[in-house]
């Protein structure tokens, strides 16, 4: 296919505004699925995506389309996610793209990554086709819309499309559009081939699977390539591209988006954002890269039973395969034992790989409470960062402790401005500024800490404004905090993989909260526990967990032996999933009681 | 019976064989609403008696309580039988109830005289008979049942007899005295009022047979004259069996823990106690057991009112309950030898204690279970099947279950733990986990003196939980 009737495209939206559903009717209308095959969002081929509603990995699917000029297209659609934790991931399949479809539901107007989004497709210099859906909904809005969707696009009326993604209508013209809008691809056949990898998946029989944009020139399967990146030399094994199911070619060229197999097994060989070159006429610069991302929240990951530890790793290791943003090292936690220092974008993608891993790598996990890291500026200059709370310096070394703030933007109905208001002054925010979108709805910026996002506020917000309001936000620096180590001890030894560190304004009550909720979820024991939190050395709650006093008094002659004996091994196994401290037995979900306080320290219940 | 000569012969020279011997008389008149074990309901005297139905245990799985299993139709009937209650069905003709006990009892001394030559038994120096309601044979049939016995008991042999107070007549009485026998009578609670609660049938007044047996002599250190005590009593004393010391004892079997038992009547439990003074105690605290009549009246699934009407005392409540029965038994001289049992200095059961130190017995009867050469069997709690086999020639059929080295060691602590016996920790070795012993000795629930582990009083309270600290992590084992 020549480059004039190539057209690369994206679909971005906000979460469940319909992306999903448009990419599922663009496939039926274009006779890339039939409508038997049809599963509803048939690219979210993960299970989880499919059970979440939400897209995780994106997806490629070619789509040979006769437009109404009678010519035949070649469209490749790459389909993204929606979630404030993704952006890497949405900004990744940009990259291959020159125009982005980007889908507002009218009955819910502009929202918050509709802005981030729509922001990162300028950020790549892609035409933006905006698209209002949802018509077919009695509570549609579509003036208000064209309000918002105009202001923060410049689209004009007549280049706003409307269509009902669910019943079909105005699909078609999405696709008019696409073809008339969108670019034809930049790139040079003739010049050294260049391809960008802009996604990859592991499969477990053929090695990675690399995504694919053909920038510049050609490839052709046996032929030998050449990882920029890693300079690795490897044979093409197979390409194709995605039908939406992977279709071997015998060559892609210069525009196209597809896939390549290199046979390659190893991971970190086929790096997201590398170059891929033919070795015969290699290309000098390779294609710019990504920057690299972040993770902003951090938990400890470790398996209940120890053995498990080597599985856990390779688990660890399968999944960064597909997901370059989560970093890991070893940890060693006295209380836990070996695990891993997990780092995410995200709360939201720290459930999922949590999931993940409990899933599909069959995987027992004890999750410690999730952090953001800090950087601790000791007494003698030097800048301690700190990922895990329990690596916090002694007070007596500390200079001042900084933490990570974010720009926080929430849009929201004009309504609900006191109670975010309301929400974000517990939050030891700074209030910035207001902008009104429509007479209806408003984006107000705030600057607070991550670490007051991090465990709730996403939750809290939704359930304050039933559901209307929507948040993005992005890392803006590191500010100075008063922030202390809150500790917390049992029988007196802390516990490392309890500690948490807390505005020292809050540190009071938390520990006593925390410190209650403890004493609900240890079992009593044949010892009594003392429960405490501590700040440095000054303990600042106690509860006690009183000892077991007796067991059951039953008898045990001759014929009761075997089955009195059987009754306590059964019991030994079920102690297996506790974790021993000390000599204390502490079931594992002890370790997130945190999680079931609020930000205040009361009971969520 | 087939006499198994060749293979008695060839016993003798592989282990030592068992000196002690368990009798398992499953026979109740009706079943208590809290009961366990197998039982086969008889019907009170004087009544058509049920037929045998098959016994079907609590479910398998341990645990406070569980759902019941469903109950196994009785052959020759098709219903099936109600899992708790008396059958109260047609009987194969000609059976009635003496006739049953006859034969039953002609059936242990078959299997006795068997197992006995398998064996190459030639002591015996203890004898339980349990139960069910081993009294309800009456004394004739028990004395039947002893007396092929007799040339292998040992001069001090202990004979210990259960027993209920409504089968305590005078002349029973005076038999168990003149007898020398261990009698351990099953009270449950002297409180009429708390006994209604447990279903407990027993209408005759528990102090009453206890005075009964007193005044009879049983327990006493001297064996009461031969012209005392009732005619039944002197048929039996003019019989040729010569007279031995034995150990004697006269016993109570109570539990704690009832529905509607305040701490209060605890106390004035250890009062009457204290008054009568036996020569042993048994306490237990009540287990609701699924599928017993009084799980169904207490358990999640009964009507609130029912279960309100319960009053099961809580966990403070009856720790306290047990505390003051240790401290208040232990005043009045009784030594706590085992978590459950209280005797007077030289009153222990030697019988037990010989079970809880890992000695291999012999149990006959059906769902009796001994414990052999690494080995422990039971007969398969089937009596009507039980019988029929014994009755044709056979042995019953019976289960086994292998002992290995590390099963054997957990048994040992086990027991150890119950009872505050000195072990051995190489006996332990492999299968305890000894980096849990600091922190016991800490918490002063065991002592470790010379190579040796022994739980304290203070860790006997919680012996399940110092155990479960103790065994070793399976997935050790297959590592």
């Given at each position: 296919m020549d480059l004039d009737h190539i057209r690369n495209f994206s679909i971005i939206a906000h979460i469940d505004h319909g992306k999903s559903t448009l990419a599922d009717r663009i496939l039926e209308l274009t006779g890339s699925v039939t409508a038997r095959d049809m599963k509803e969002q048939l690219l979210d081929s993960m299970d989880l995506e499919r059970e979440r509603g939400i897209t995780i990995k994106a997806q490629a699917v070619r789509i040979d389309y006769k437009a109404r000029d009678g010519q035949t297209y070649q469209l490749n659609l790459i389909d993204t996610p929606g979630h404030v934790d993704f952006t890497y991931e949405v900004s990744r399949s940009l990259a291959a793209c020159e125009s982005a479809v980007l889908v507002v539901d009218t009955t819910q107007g502009v929202e918050a990554q509709t802005v981030a989004n729509a922001y990162l497709a300028l950020d790549n210099d892609l035409e933006i086709i905006p698209v209002l859906n949802k018509i077919d909904l009695p509570a549609s809005d579509v003036a208000e819309t064209e309000l918002e969707v105009h202001e923060l696009t410049g689209a004009t009326y007549e280049e706003l499309l409307t269509i009902s993604a669910k019943t079909g209508a105005g699909v078609e013209d999405v696709l008019e559009a696409v073809v008339a809008r969108t670019p034809r691809p930049g790139g040079d056949p003739q010049a050294p081939s260049r391809a960008l990898v802009f996604d990859s998946q592991y499969d477990q029989y053929r090695g990675v699977v690399a995504y694919v944009r053909v920038v510049d020139g050609s490839f052709a399967r046996h032929e030998m390539v050449q990882m920029?990146?890693?300079g690795q030399k490897v044979e093409v094994e197979e390409l194709g591209y995605f039908g939406p199911e992977m279709t071997a070619m015998p060559r892609l060229e210069t525009g196209e988006v597809g896939y390549i197999i290199t046979g390659v097994k190893e991971v970190a060989q086929v790096r997201v954002g590398d170059t891929i070159t033919a070795l015969k006429r290699p290309a000098e610069h390779a294609l710019p890269g990504y920057k690299v991302v972040h993770p902003m929240v951090f938990c400890g990951l470790f398996p209940t039973e120890g053995d498990k530890f080597g599985e856990l790793r390779d688990a660890l290791e399968k999944l960064t395969l597909n997901d370059a943003a989560l970093s890991w090292e070893p940890e060693t936690s006295q209380a836990l034992g070996f695990g891993f220092r997990c780092g995410f974008l995200g709360l939201l993608h720290m459930d999922i790989v949590r999931e993940r891993l409990e899933r599909e790598y069959d995987l027992e996990l004890i999750t410690t409470t999730p952090n953001v890291e800090y950087h601790v500026f000791q007494i003698d200059g030097s800048m301690v960062p700190v990922r895990?709370?329990?690596?916090?310096?002694?007070v007596q070394r500390i200079d001042h402790v900084e933490e990570p703030y974010v720009a926080a933007s929430v849009i929201l109905p004009t309504e609900f401005v006191g109670t975010v208001m309301e929400l974000c002054q517990g939050r030891r925010s700074d209030f910035v500024d207001m902008k009104y979108l429509s007479p209806e709805r408003v984006e107000m910026h705030y600057q607070l800490p991550l670490g007051e996002i991090v465990i709730d506020f996403f939750d809290q917000l939704k359930s304050r404004t039933r559901g209307y309001a929507s948040l993005d936000y992005e890392f803006s620096g590191y500010r100075n905090g008063d922030l202390v180590k809150l500790d917390i001890l049992l029988a007196g030894e802390p516990v490392d993989a309890l500690s948490l560190i807390v505005p020292r304004e809050r540190a009071a009550v938390r520990g006593r909260a925390l410190v209650e909720k403890l004493r609900q979820k240890i079992p009593r024991q044949m010892f009594e526990v003392a429960i405490q939190a501590a700040i440095g050395a000054r303990v600042v709650a106690r509860e006690t967990v009183k000892a077991h006093r007796k067991d059951v008094i039953a008898k045990c002659y001759g014929g009761d032996i075997s089955r009195k004996r059987k009754l306590l091994e059964k019991q030994k196994e079920g102690k297996k999933r506790m974790k021993q401290i000390g000599v204390i037995e502490v079931p594992q979900d002890a370790f997130l009681?945190?999680?079931?306080?609020d930000s205040e320290g009361k009971d969520k219940g | 019976m087939n006499a198994a000569a060749g293979a008695g012969r060839g016993r003798r020279n592989a282990a030592p064989a068992p000196r002690h011997l368990y009798v398992h008389v499953p026979f109740c008149a009706v079943r208590c609403d809290y009961c366990e074990f197998y039982s086969v309901p008889l019907g009170v005297a004087g009544e058509r008696p049920a037929p045998l139905a098959p016994f079907v245990p609590p479910a398998a799985s341990p645990g406070p309580v569980e759902s019941p299993t469903p109950p196994v139709a009785s052959a020759p009937h098709e219903r099936p039988a109600p899992l708790f209650a008396p059958v109260p069905d047609a009987l194969p003709p000609g059976d009635d109830r003496e006739a049953l006990l006859d034969r039953f009892v002609a059936a242990l001394v078959a299997e006795w005289e068997g197992e006995r030559i398998r064996l190459g038994i030639e002591r015996l120096e203890t004898v339980f008979v349990g139960g069910g309601t081993p009294s309800l044979l009456g004394w004739e049939r028990i004395e039947r049942l002893l007396e092929p016995l007799e040339p292998l008991l040992t001069p001090r042999a202990e004979i210990t007899l259960e027993a209920n107070p409504d089968d305590v007549s005078d002349t029973f009485a005076a038999w168990a005295a003149g007898r020398r026998l261990r009698v351990s009578l099953g009270v449950q609670s002297f409180d009429a009022r708390l006994r209604a609660e447990l279903g407990r049938r027993a209408l005759a007044d528990p102090e009453t047979a206890f005075a009964a047996l007193r005044r009879a002599g049983?327990?006493?250190a001297v064996a009461p004259a031969p012209d005392s005590g009732a005619r039944g009593a002197a048929t039996w004393r003019s019989g040729a069996a010569a007279r031995r010391p034995g150990a004697p004892g006269l016993g109570i079997d109570l539990i704690f823990g009832l529905p509607g038992q305040r701490l209060s009547d605890v106390e004035d439990e250890l009062a009457v106690v204290a008054r009568l003074r036996p020569d042993h105690v048994s306490w237990y605290e009540l287990g609701i057991v699924s599928g017993s009549a009084l799980a169904a009246r207490v358990m999640p699934g009964a009507s609130a009112a029912s279960r309100a009407a319960a009053e099961l005392p809580d966990d403070e409540t009856a720790s306290e309950m047990f505390r003051r029965i240790v401290t208040g038994l232990g005043r009045l001289g009784y030594e706590w030898y085992e978590v459950s049992n209280f005797a007077q200095p030289g009153r222990r059961c030697g019988h037990n204690s010989a079970i809880w130190r890992g000695h291999d017995y012999l149990g006959i009867g059906p769902g009796a279970v001994g414990t052999a050469a690494g080995v422990r069997r039971r007969d398969v709690p089937d009596a009507a099947a039980w019988l029929g086999a014994l009755e044709g020639g056979r042995e019953p059929a019976r289960e086994h279950e292998e002992l290995d080295d590390a099963t054997r060691a957990r048994e040992r602590l086990l027991l150890a733990a119950r009872t505050g016996e000195r072990v051995p920790l190489a006996d332990l070795a492999g299968a305890i986990d000894e980096g849990a012993l600091p922190a016991l000795a800490g918490a002063g629930l065991v002592s470790l003196t010379g190579g040796t582990l022994r739980v304290t009083r203070k860790g006997r309270y919680v012996a399940n939980g110092v155990c479960v600290r103790l065994f070793r992590d399976s997935s050790f084992l297959e590592a």
């Open positions: 920029m990146g890693t895990n709370p329990a690596d916090m310096p002694d009681a945190v999680l079931e306080l | 049983v327990g006493a």
